[in-house]
Antibody, heavy 118, light 106 residues
């Protein structure tokens, strides 16, 4: 059974930084394309970005609102996905989920809350 | 980016009713369409993937259909526990995008 467990969320001031982690189990992590998805309070879901497997070039893609500020990385030796968030804005306040898919079937973590406020 | 337009935005129904939620993509998504159920304070729960494949453990009263750009989630006989917000999501091209959600009240 695929399990994804996020950690690292918290309260940060505007302009600050935070790094989220996602520990994965129950899958061949090194082969998985991994993603981050977020949901602002009382809002819909937004796909933040994804990272391909090392075999597929470990390339990353991001949505426009976070491009240049957020960086997704992975450590296949630790089965862990990361989201480095810099220059945080109040509008980045959200629950952040890590996710992965196999043949169109998506698996999600339970989420980690990031609050950006002065 | 592919836009996903979901309707209705909210619906009120009774136990035993049949409910249909629709999702239209701004371009073809080749069958890479998923449906989720989300309850307050919880992560989205996968119900349907690749248009019509029922996720393990999901009751058979949930079903998905459609092709091309038009897709449907049907709940055949509503139960009280189906009260939630439902989202469609395309996974054909990045960035994967979601519909705006349908709030179902029972």
């Amino acid at each position: 059974e695929v399990q994804l467990v996020e950690s690292g969320g918290g309260l940060v001031k505007p302009g600050g930084s935070l790094r989220l982690s996602c520990a994965a189990s129950g899958l061949t992590f090194s082969k998985a394309w991994m993603s981050w998805v977020r949901q602002a309070p009382e809002k819909g879901l937004e796909w933040v970005g994804r990272i391909k497997s090392k075999t597929d070039g470990e390339t990353t893609e991001y949505v426009a609102p976070v491009k240049g500020r957020f960086t997704i990385s992975r450590d296949d030796s630790k089965n862990t996905l990361y989201l480095q968030m810099n220059s945080l804005k109040t509008e980045d306040t959200a629950v952040y989920y890590c996710a992965t898919a196999s043949a169109g079937r998506f698996f999600w973590g339970q989420g980690s809350l990031v609050s950006v406020s002065s | 980016d592919i836009q996903m337009t979901q309707s209705p935005s909210s619906v009120s129904a009774s136990v035993g009713d049949r409910v249909t939620i629709t999702c239209r993509a701004s371009q073809g998504i080749s069958g890479w369409l998923a449906w989720y159920q989300q309850k307050p304070g919880k992560a989205p729960k996968l119900l349907i993937y690749t248009v019509s494949s029922l996720e393990s453990g999901v009751p058979s009263r949930f079903s998905g259909s459609g092709s091309g750009t038009d897709f449907t989630l049907t709940i055949s006989s509503l139960q009280p526990e189906d009260s939630a917000t439902y989202y469609c999501q395309q996974a054909n091209s990045f960035p994967y995008t979601f519909g705006q959600g349908t709030k179902l009240e029972i």
